[in-house]
């Protein structure tokens, strides 16, 4: 069974950069599709980010294309977020998950995902 754990977050100021990172136990992980979510207080948790179990192929959400990048290190057993030209509407927990489903399609929706780590804050001042 994997854990997952992340770490990274952190207090920026809005247009400034962090890098979260979540390591996995177990030797199963680059079995895995990985994603990224985040939940801001009072709203739902949404989707962030995707990537395949080699790394390949990556989805990311409107609201984060073109500032976010997803990237994994299997060897590593840890899959990254690099957050860029951070908003304060970025501010939230963030939170990966793996995808255990056997299709490469990179899913988008939080039931579909499995081992929830306990998140890390990130939170951008204006």
């Known amino acids: 069974q994997v854990q997952l754990v992340e770490s990274g977050g952190g207090l920026v100021q809005a247009g400034g950069s962090l890098r979260l990172s979540c390591a996995a136990s177990?030797?199963?992980?680059?079995?895995?599709?990985m994603g990224w979510f985040r939940q801001a207080p009072g709203k739902e948790r949404e989707f962030v980010s995707a990537i395949s179990r080699g790394g390949a192929s990556t989805n990311y959400a409107d609201s984060v294309k073109g500032r976010f990048a997803i990237s994994r290190d299997n060897a590593k057993n840890t899959v990254y977020l690099q957050m860029n030209s951070l908003k304060p509407e970025d501010t939230a927990i963030y939170t990966c998950a793996l995808d255990p489903s056997p299709t490469g399609v990179l899913r988008t929706t939080p039931r579909e995902y499995a081992g929830w780590g306990q998140g890390t804050q990130v939170t951008v001042s204006s």
């Open positions: 177990g030797r199963t992980f680059s079995s895995y599709k």
